[in-house]
C-alpha cells in the first residue's frame, strides 16, 4: 500500500512538472552581475580596528563593550561584502562575528546577515541606503537570547562616515519606550586591501 501511494505521489509530480515552471525562459544578464549599488563594499575593504559600546535601556549610560579587528573583503566578483570581526568583551572573552552584505538587484535592497560566537541565531536584515546621509538603514526581527525573547523588532544603520572610518548603530525596539540605540561600533581604518 506503501508503494501504491509513493507511485501515485510520483505520477502527479511527473504531470504536473511539464506544466509548471519555476524558472524564466529569458533571465536579464543584468540582473546577477553587481550595479553601482555594490560599489559601496570596495570602499569598505581593508583592515579596521574597531571599538563597541553598548546600552543596557533607553536613557542609560554607554558603557565600552569590546574592541577589536575586523578584516573586510569582497566575495564573488564585488557582489557581496564579507566581514570577519575578531576581538575581546569587556570580560576578555573572544567574541568572534561574521557579517555578509549584499544588494539584491531584484528587490532593488541591501541584505545582511551576521552570526557569531555570543548566540546561535543569524541576524538577517535589509533595507535601503540614502545617498545624502550615506547610511545603508536595515531592519529586521531579532531572537534576544539574553533575554529569552524570540522576536523583537531591530534596525541597522552603516553610516559611511569617510574614506576611513564608517560605524554600525544596532537599535531595538522597547515595547515600553520605543525604540532605543543598543550598540554601536565605529571602525578605523588600519590598512587598505586592494582586491
Given at each position: ?43 569598505m ?91 545603508i ?22 553610516h ?36
Amino acid at each position: 500500500m506503501k508503494l501504491l501511494g509513493r507511485l501515485l505521489v510520483l505520477m502527479i509530480f511527473v504531470g504536473m512538472s511539464g506544466q509548471t515552471s519555476f524558472a524564466k525562459e529569458e533571465v536579464d544578464p543584468a540582473l546577477t552581475l553587481p550595479r553601482k549599488a555594490h560599489k559601496i563594499f570596495k570602499s569598505m575593504v581593508g583592515k579596521w580596528s574597531f571599538s563597541t559600546h553598548s546600552w543596557r535601556s533607553p536613557g542609560s549610560e554607554p558603557e565600552r563593550v569590546g574592541s577589536g579587528l575586523s578584516t573586510n573583503t569582497t566575495l564573488y566578483g564585488g557582489r557581496f561584502l564579507k566581514l570577519e570581526i575578531v576581538g575581546g568583551d569587556k570580560d576578555g572573552q573572544a567574541v568572534e562575528s561574521t557579517r555578509i552584505m549584499g544588494y539584491d538587484n531584484l528587490r532593488e535592497e541591501y541584505q545582511t546577515f551576521m552570526l557569531g560566537s555570543k548566540g546561535t541565531s543569524i541576524l538577517f536584515m535589509a533595507g535601503t541606503f540614502d545617498a545624502a546621509s550615506k547610511i545603508i538603514k536595515t531592519e529586521g526581527t531579532v531572537s534576544l537570547q539574553v533575554t529569552g525573547e524570540a522576536a523583537r523588532r531591530a534596525r541597522t544603520e552603516i553610516h559611511l562616515i569617510g574614506d576611513d572610518s564608517y560605524s554600525i548603530t544596532f537599535y531595538l525596539e522597547d515595547p515600553k519606550v520605543g525604540e532605543f540605540k543598543a550598540v554601536e561600533t565605529f571602525f578605523t581604518r588600519m590598512e587598505q586591501v586592494l582586491e
